[in-house]
């Protein structure tokens, strides 16, 4: 007896999509029931997972230190530990407080500015917004300035202090940033021991190829370092490149932004490093980071008062010209050579699994888009690739 067959391809297809549709739907049902538990399994693991990405993330720089400057693993680690350190420090010293100081002085001109335009469109006939719905948004936007003032108290003092080398500081600058999520003992417990496990990943990282190959049965171990091998180029290429390019797309930003503010439209510096940052955060997610800085700076051109609209459209042109200028650069160069092609995660998949991910906390956003990088060259290997051999010998039979 033959193995039965579906000629029609779109019927294939389609019996597919409803397969994988069903599966979906099981697995969100499964997902309800098991959510809870997940979430236990996840909090234990989440200084251990945080310190496995960290370890994939920084052994092959460890290994680059060690090629370069002759030197021994340990030192290796040490080394780049120290790098880290300072890295973090100037992170402190510099960039977070210039964060907060441009991020109050943005909410402020908001604050100022919102009003005055809820009041024009109130005026203007074609709108016609009632004026119970211009005081709810004016109550929220108060709302939200006393919740950010509090934040803001909290946050300045320590972080100030902190220039000074304060232990008191920052004590006051962690409490106030880890506010609701534990005391200032834990979270440095948990900074620790995750640089500790950490430090014993990348020392024993070239022990783990050998361990799998014992492991694996000698007719599958091709196979097996082929999934592998694609796996390492899936996720190592999103994880390294992906926040590699959205360092240089907030670097871009930061700077093409103040030197707008010297040709023409000043405020735009004031805020140069905050919409950075924003890029920067933004562009873990591919193609995000540009959109997530040109839009507040639009915003603050429009917005700022005491400008003629001569001066705020050239700005307005300008700022399109950057972030076109900046999309170009991160789709056509940074993209390719940087990420790679083998890492191509969608965009809406990147944020469908950050989505996901955080219904189980800190620990499923960590591994939220490896875990996605994983399943997709899985889904590749396992089951497109054969369907598409499939047709292709169904159709070359038919020829």
Same mark, same amino acid.
């Given at each position: 007896?033959?193995?039965?067959?579906?000629?029609?391809?779109?019927?294939?297809?389609?019996?597919?999509?409803?397969?994988?549709?069903?599966?979906?739907?099981?697995?969100?049902?499964?997902?309800? +029931? +098991?959510?809870?538990?997940?979430? $236990?399994?996840? #909090? !234990?693991?989440? *200084?251990?997972?945080?310190?496995?990405? +960290?370890?994939? /993330?920084?052994?092959?720089?460890?290994?680059?230190?060690?090629?370069?400057?002759?030197?021994?693993?340990?030192?290796?680690? +040490? !080394?780049?530990?120290?790098?880290?350190?300072?890295?973090?420090?100037?992170?402190? &010293?510099?960039?977070? *407080?210039?964060?907060?100081?441009?991020? /109050?002085?943005?909410? #402020?001109?908001?604050?100022?500015?919102?009003? *005055?335009?809820?009041?024009?469109?109130?005026?203007?006939?074609?709108?016609?917004?009632?004026?119970?719905?211009?005081?709810?948004?004016?109550?929220?936007?108060?709302?939200?300035?006393?919740?950010?003032?509090?934040?803001?108290?909290?946050?300045?003092?320590?972080?100030?202090?902190?220039?000074?080398?304060?232990?008191?500081?920052?004590?006051?600058?962690?409490?106030?940033?880890?506010?609701?999520?534990?005391?200032?003992?834990?979270?440095?417990?948990?900074?620790? %021991?995750?640089?500790?496990?950490? %430090?014993? &990943?990348?020392?024993?990282?070239?022990?783990?190829?050998?361990?799998?190959?014992?492991?694996?049965?000698?007719?599958?171990?091709?196979?097996?370092?082929?999934?592998?091998?694609?796996?390492?180029?899936?996720?190592?290429? &999103?994880?390294?490149?992906?926040?590699?390019?959205?360092?240089?797309?907030?670097?871009?930003?930061?700077?093409?932004?103040?030197?707008?503010? %010297?040709?023409?439209?000043?405020?735009?510096?004031?805020?140069?490093? $905050?919409?950075?940052?924003?890029?920067?955060?933004?562009?873990?997610?591919?193609?995000?980071?540009?959109?997530?800085? !040109?839009?507040?700076?639009?915003?603050?051109?429009?917005?700022?008062?005491?400008?003629?609209?001569?001066?705020?459209?050239?700005?307005?042109?300008?700022?399109?010209?950057?972030?076109?200028?900046?999309?170009?650069?991160?789709?056509?160069?940074?993209?390719?050579?940087? !990420?790679?092609?083998?890492?191509?995660?969608?965009?809406?998949?990147?944020?469908?699994?950050?989505?996901?991910?955080?219904?189980?906390?800190?620990?499923?956003?960590?591994?939220?888009?490896? $875990?996605?990088? /994983?399943?997709?060259?899985?889904?590749?290997?396992?089951?497109?690739? *054969?369907?598409?051999?499939?047709?292709?010998?169904?159709?070359?039979?038919?020829?």
């Amino acid at each position: 007896m033959s193995d039965f067959k579906i000629a029609d391809p779109l019927l294939r297809r389609l019996l597919y999509a409803v397969g994988i549709m069903g599966v979906i739907a099981f697995g969100f049902y499964t997902f309800s +029931l +098991l959510q809870n538990a997940v979430i $236990l399994i996840l #909090n !234990v693991l989440t *200084p251990f997972i945080a310190a496995l990405l +960290l370890a994939y /993330i920084l052994a092959p720089i460890v290994i680059t230190l060690q090629n370069h400057l002759k030197m021994g693993r340990i030192m290796g680690t +040490l !080394v780049l530990y120290m790098i880290i350190f300072i890295a973090v420090f100037l992170l402190f &010293f510099f960039l977070i *407080p210039n964060v907060i100081s441009e991020f /109050i002085r943005l909410f #402020n001109v908001l604050k100022t500015a919102f009003p *005055p335009l809820l009041d024009k469109l109130a005026d203007n006939s074609y709108f016609k917004i009632d004026s119970q719905f211009i005081d709810i948004i004016q109550k929220h936007i108060d709302e939200i300035k006393f919740d950010y003032e509090q934040l803001a108290a909290a946050l300045l003092p320590g972080l100030k202090k902190m220039a000074s080398g304060g232990l008191e500081a920052v004590g006051i600058a962690t409490r106030g940033i880890f506010t609701g999520l534990g005391s200032v003992f834990s979270f440095f417990s948990f900074l620790i %021991f995750v640089g500790i496990v950490n %430090f014993y &990943f990348i020392i024993d990282w070239e022990k783990i190829s050998p361990l799998i190959h014992k492991m694996i049965h000698p007719e599958k171990r091709e196979q097996v370092f082929d999934i592998l091998k694609k796996i390492d180029i899936a996720v190592g290429g &999103f994880l390294r490149g992906q926040l590699t390019v959205s360092a240089i797309v907030g670097s871009c930003f930061a700077v093409g932004l103040f030197a707008m503010g %010297f040709i023409g439209f000043p405020a735009l510096r004031n805020y140069c490093i $905050l919409i950075g940052t924003a890029a920067a955060i933004g562009g873990f997610v591919p193609y995000l980071g540009p959109v997530m800085g !040109v839009t507040p700076a639009i915003l603050i051109i429009i917005l700022t008062g005491g400008v003629t609209w001569t001066v705020k459209l050239i700005s307005l042109v300008s700022v399109l010209v950057l972030f076109s200028i900046i999309q170009a650069i991160e789709g056509f160069i940074l993209q390719p050579r940087i !990420v790679g092609k083998g890492a191509g995660l969608h965009p809406l998949a990147v944020m469908f699994a950050l989505l996901f991910g955080s219904q189980f906390g800190i620990g499923g956003m960590i591994i939220a888009v490896p $875990l996605a990088s /994983i399943i997709r060259v899985l889904i590749l290997e396992f089951y497109w690739l *054969p369907i598409e051999a499939r047709e292709a010998e169904l159709s070359s039979d038919s020829d």
